[in-house]
Structures are given as structure tokens and as C-alpha cells.
């Protein structure tokens, strides 16, 4: 059965549906079951190249085969995600710091979304770039582990639960936090302290 919400932490499974083509397998699979051949057909991959893929997501727990599929007498695999949402979120092999795989796509996210508020019209102090956008992701990994967590043990309770829904639960949840951590709140305002609209 199809969970709403599945959380990610192995390093290598995150890895694994980073890569472009499973990424785009995931994609077309949340709108629909199919097989080998309509994955392969709408990817305008070879047959093979997508069982290869299918596998690897396969044994990750993304995807599973739920049924096969008559396509002119010949019955086909019919595969669908195991979760609506994977809320990916590598823990580091020692447990203790968040793993290099988590830092480095967040400091992307950091740097997008410092690009993307220049273009809505904000203006950004630059002058310790380096030093924001660590800043910036270090706050977003912290963010990150208070959310999951509690939505990773309430996980086989969480129901009907859209990717919209849960970006508006995890702004909820940082605003409440924000609202009770000093500590968290100060990062935040030394944050945007370097922000501010034109």
C-alpha cells in the first residue's frame, strides 16, 4: 500500500534519486502507474536503461510493481512509488553532523533562492556571499531535522498529505519554533538583517 509520506536517510538512497533519470522516473510515476515501455517511451530511453533504473528504485523502496498490464496479449510490469512524498534527508554516516550530501544540496538551495529573491526584487548584502550561504544552509539543514522528525514518527499516520501541504506544514512548524528558540530566531534575524526590498 502507497504511503503519503516516506522519509529517506541513507546517504546512498538519496544519491540514488538525485540522478536525473530516476528523478524523472519518480516524476512521471506520482501522475500515474506504468510499465517499462510507457516509462521508456516518454523518456525516449532505451528498454533497457529504464529496467536498470526501475531496479535501483526498486530495491531503494521508491517504487514497487503492483500488478502487469496486457499490452496485446503480452503482459507487462506495471510499477508505482511507494510514497507521495520522500522527504529525502541523508543522515551522516557518524550520526553526529549532517551529511556532506545534505550541506552541499542545500548551499545550492541557498544560492537559488539568494538568486531568486534579487529577482523579486530584493536587495542582498554580497559582501560575506560565502559566509550567507552557509549560513543560510546550515539553517535550512536545522530546520530541516525539526520538521522530519516528527513527521517521520507520525509517518504511518500522516494522511492525504500533498507536496503544497507539507511545504505549508513545514512553514507552520518553523514559524512555531522560531517562536519558542531563541537561538533559532536570532539566526534568523542576523539572516535578514542582510535582506531587505529594494
Known amino acids: 500500500m502507497k504511503k503519503d509520506v516516506k522519509v529517506v536517510r541513507d546517504p546512498e538512497d538519496v544519491k540514488l534519486a538525485l540522478e536525473d533519470t530516476r528523478s524523472d522516473i519518480l ?11 510507457q516509462l521508456d517511451e516518454s523518456l525516449d530511453k532505451d528498454h533497457s536503461t529504464i529496467y536498470r533504473h526501475i531496479k535501483k528504485l526498486e ?32 543522515n551522516s554516516i557518524d550520526k553526529g553532523e549532517p551529511a556532506d550530501l545534505l550541506i552541499d544540496w542545500e548551499e545550492k538551495n541557498a544560492e537559488r533562492i539568494l538568486n531568486l529573491l534579487e529577482i523579486m526584487g530584493y536587495s542582498i548584502d554580497r559582501e560575506d556571499e560565502d559566509e550567507l550561504i ?65
Open 59 to 90: 530495491e531503494a523502496g521508491y517504487v514497487e510493481e503492483i500488478g502487469e498490464k496486457k499490452d496485446h496479449h503480452i503482459p507487462k510490469k506495471v510499477y508505482s512509488r511507494t510514497a507521495n512524498v520522500f522527504l529525502l534527508n541523508p
Open 134 to 198: 552557509e549560513d543560510l544552509s546550515r539553517l535550512f539543514v536545522d530546520l530541516k531535522e525539526r520538521v522530519i522528525d516528527p513527521i517521520e514518527e507520525a509517518e504511518d499516520e500522516i494522511k492525504d498529505i500533498s507536496f503544497p501541504l507539507l511545504l505549508r506544514l513545514e512553514l507552520l512548524m518553523f514559524l512555531l519554533e522560531e517562536n519558542e528558540d531563541e537561538e533559532l530566531r536570532q539566526r534568523f534575524e542576523h539572516f535578514s538583517s542582510k535582506i531587505s526590498p529594494k
Open 27 to 37: 516524476s512521471l510515476l506520482k501522475v500515474n502507474d506504468m510499465t517499462l515501455s
